[in-house]
């Protein structure tokens, strides 16, 4: 069990075990801690108070309420692997038809801002690291921590209130205008239209964090030994940051973007909520509100797989790219 | 001993000079001693409880607005309290005798006189009124009726309103009181948000009356009138005590009131203690537990290590916000419980870093060292890895501050805070729910959210001028 493969397989093994775990977790958690400990009954809110006691009945026999909790967990666990996430206890639909309506909205948002985050916070942090200790640099490090205490909610409500109420540039809330647009072209604008505002404030707030912690990390290599070598040779300042610096750094910046990819499907609750985008994020938080646990045991579930899964892929390249992982 | 404590004062002394003659340290301290002294004074620096509801109209704008000349005329609160002494008596019919008693004024038909009959008063104040028209406007009187003698004795009493042309509003016309009444707490309450009031005086039940009735700078006039009718062998006795007269106004403290009469000022000034005990106790609690579990499974090292590490790594699998968020809604409302979620759900990452540390320290000389004449994993822990560990330690007391800062304003914006303690997430929630963005009230959106930036602003910049003391290579590699 040496070698590449031996590697994987144990972090393999490895990952299985915490999502077995996680999942207990969050079980408990969400749905038996209220249930023993606090007395809320799943199945008390969505029921219609003017119910018979056997209608109730029936209505919790047929979501399984009524089977012992540890039914109920095997009964989760082994449904959730073969891809049944179960009925909403609202609209009485099955998840994954209601995940899969909400999901473009959520890639399309979160995809976007992510992307943008990365491509733009590596050449800010880059930036900043060649040219530290100058004015640049200064100003460039005193805005991104300016913009990484604001909190995102904030942004949000500033951006609406200034943007939206006042000047009336953009769109108050909303996925696309009631009623669309017919054509494909006018259709595409009104998204965008819809989506600045979002895409807007996780730029604005992702963008300054990402970019300090590029910084910080080109800045703790640039101390090396191997750095000092490479300037002793005279290698240009630009040819060290990307032929050494940059590849020493990469397995963090592959853990940061693999720990980035389960948030462009499970969504940002915050401005999605804000912003009334009829996406995943808002969807959990609404489910919430509403105890509907079908819902946000699956998308949590899904988070969580997704995280394991990226992570779990970041690993395999990280491994690739870094020999030394391997020998651990 | 005393020498110790004297050398220990003196190093924290140095550290804090140190702190100083950073740039960030200087500006993060300025900062944080703003918000500390803001927390502590905040009973001196805000007149008014965060909690007290109705100081003025809902919606009120801030009192500065008055400099701006279109804002000029809008009401202050105008607040009258009208003693028995002030009342002047415009009319009256012969034979009634008023008297004040301990502030009392009490009316009653003289003895005198044919009964059955009636008797009236007609009380008078002036009430001058120098803004613009204001919304609504209330009063309250106190009174009593006394009943003696043979039955069929009884009181009636009407309050009105005369304008500034002489127009009269009826506010209330009260039925005739033919037994012993006392109508002191609560008092007679006459408001004007009072639909059936608005019908009767002809207004639609969208208006507002003191809008209508106060339409011009002026004197106008409150007219009370009692009416006593007595039979042969009875008597009637009416008692007035103080009548409280309010016009709530339309501008109020330094930031204007919210939806429901409080003062946002005092709002936005308590908040600073909710989001410095979120910070420090939530930091605290997690530095602790990310300590225990690092110092442990770095020590230890074997099962242990990989049990607690496994640990960490499944939590840090978890999604934290929506985690949060669904553990909130389910679990319930509570400042404290907030605090504790949040820093069970962010000690992970210190843990992995002191565990490193603290295995990097385990096979050094000085360990074994003291090993070797027979010191205790308990005392090695305490004196000599801990001590290692001080630099991380206060490095990341306060580099967690501000996402314990954020993340507790992000769940009271989601109302999942404590709705009885006012944080400054939660006054934006207001802000949003109750309307504010459709007002365009800048003054009750923007400040709490600045507030927030700040504070969370100063404590990562104290983090990093930390981060340069402890890590001096940091600073040189620049």
């Known amino acids: ?140 490090v005193s805005v991104s921590v300016f913009l990484n205490s604001i909190p995102l909610f904030y942004l949000g409500l500033i951006l609406l209130l200034f943007l939206s109420f006042y000047f009336r540039v953009f769109p108050t809330a909303g996925t696309i205008s009631r009623p669309p647009p017919k054509e494909p072209l006018a259709y595409i604008a009104d998204y965008m ?85 009829y996406g995943v994020g808002r969807w959990l938080f609404e489910a919430s509100l509403q105890l509907d646990y079908p819902v946000v045991q699956a998308v949590l579930f899904i988070s969580v797989v997704l995280t394991i899964v990226s992570l779990y892929i970041a690993d395999i390249v990280i491994a690739i790219v870094d020999p030394r992982v391997r020998l651990r | ?162 304008d500034v042309d002489g127009r009269s509003y009826m506010l209330y016309d009260g039925r005739p009181i033919a037994y012993n009444k006392t109508v002191i707490d609560p008092p007679l309450r006459i408001d004007t948000r009072d639909i ?67 003062d946002l000022f005092a709002n936005l000034i308590y908040g600073t203690r909710v989001s410095l005990l979120v910070g420090i106790l939530a930091s605290v609690i997690s530095v602790s537990i990310g300590l225990a579990v690092g110092v442990v499974a770095g020590y230890k090292g074997g099962f242990v290590d990989q049990t607690l590490m496994f640990l960490t790594d499944t939590l840090l699998f978890m999604p934290t916000i929506p985690l949060l968020i669904a553990i909130s809604v389910f679990i319930g409302k509570n400042l404290y419980l907030t605090i504790t979620l949040i820093a069970l759900l962010s000690w992970m990452w210190f843990a992995r870093n002191c565990r490193a540390l603290v295995m990097s320290l385990r096979d050094r000389p000085f360990v074994e060292a003291v090993k070797a004449i027979g010191g205790s994993d308990i005392y090695i822990i305490y004196r000599h890895v801990i001590p290692q560990l001080t630099p991380i330690i206060y490095i990341t007391l306060v580099l967690n501050i501000p996402g314990a800062i954020l993340l507790e304003a992000a769940l009271s914006f989601l109302n999942l805070g404590d709705p009885t303690v006012p944080s400054w997430g939660r006054m934006l929630y207001n802000a949003r729910y109750s309307g504010a963005f459709f007002k365009m009230m800048w003054w009750w959106i923007v400040p709490p959210g600045l507030m927030i930036t700040f504070l969370a602003m100063s404590f990562i910049l104290i983090g990093q001028a930390l981060d340069e003391i402890f890590n001096p290579k940091l600073k040189a590699r620049r």
């Open chain 2, 196 to 262: 059936g009031l608005k019908l009767r005086l002809g207004f639609s039940p969208y208006d507002d009356v003191g809008e209508k009735i106060f339409s011009k700078k002026g004197v106008y006039r409150l007219r009370l009138e009692v009416r006593l009718f007595t039979v042969s062998n009875g008597t009637v006795t009416v008692r007035l005590g103080t009548v409280y007269f309010r016009i709530p106004g339309l501008v109020f403290g330094l930031l204007g009131t919210d939806n429901l009469g409080s």
């Open chain 1, 193 to 277: 239209w819809h989506m600045a505002l979002p895409l807007m404030t996780q730029l604005i707030i992702n963008i300054g964090g990402y970019a300090l912690f590029i910084r910080s990390l080109f800045i703790t290599q640039l101390g090396e030994d191997y750095i000092i070598t490479a300037r002793a040779k005279g290698m240009a300042e630009h040819q060290i940051m990307f032929t050494h610096v940059l590849r020493n750094i990469l397995p963090p910046i592959i853990t940061t973007i693999a720990l980035a990819l389960p948030g462009i499907v499970s969504g940002a609750v915050i401005t999605e909520t804000i912003f009334s985008w």
């Open chain 2, 1 to 162: 001993m005393s020498l110790l404590k004297d050398r220990r004062l003196r190093t924290f002394l140095d550290f804090f000079k140190l702190l100083l003659k950073h740039r960030s340290g200087r500006i993060g301290l300025i900062m944080l001693t703003f918000f500390v002294f803001v927390a502590v004074f905040a009973p001196v620096i805000s007149p008014h409880k965060p909690d007290e509801m109705g100081l003025a109209d809902r919606f009120a704008l801030p009192i500065w607005f008055k400099l701006l000349p279109q804002y000029s005329d809008l009401p202050e609160n105008l607040e009258l309290n009208i003693h028995a002494q002030d009342w002047l008596i415009g009319k009256s019919s012969q034979y009634i005798v008023a008297s004040i008693e301990d502030g009392w004024l009490s009316l009653s038909p003289s003895v005198e006189g044919m009964k059955p009959r009636e008797d009236y008063i007609l009380l008078e104040h002036d009430i001058e009124y120098p803004y613009s028209p204001p919304k609504r406007f209330e009063i309250h009187i106190p009174y009593t009726v006394t009943v003696e003698g043979e039955l069929g004795s009884y009181a009636r009493i009407r309050v009105y309103l005369v």
């Open chain 1, 1 to 140: 069990m040496k070698g590449l493969g031996g590697y994987l397989l144990r972090r393999a093994a490895d990952r299985v075990l915490v999502l077995i775990v996680a999942l207990t977790l969050q079980f408990l958690l969400i749905r038996v801690m209220p249930y023993y400990i606090l007395g809320i009954d799943p199945s008390f809110f969505f029921m219609n108070p003017n119910l018979t006691n056997e209608q109730r009945e029936l209505i919790r026999e047929q979501f399984g309420l009524n089977d012992p909790i540890p039914t109920q967990f095997v009964k989760y666990v082994l449904s959730l692997f073969t891809g049944n996430l179960g009925f909403s206890f609202y609209t009485r639909r099955p998840v994954v038809e209601e995940l899969l309506e909400r999901l473009p909205n959520t890639v399309i948002l979160l995809g976007t801002s992510t992307v943008l985050t990365i491509i733009f916070g590596l050449a800010v942090g880059l930036v900043t690291a060649m040219k530290r200790g100058t004015k640049i640099d200064t100003g460039i």
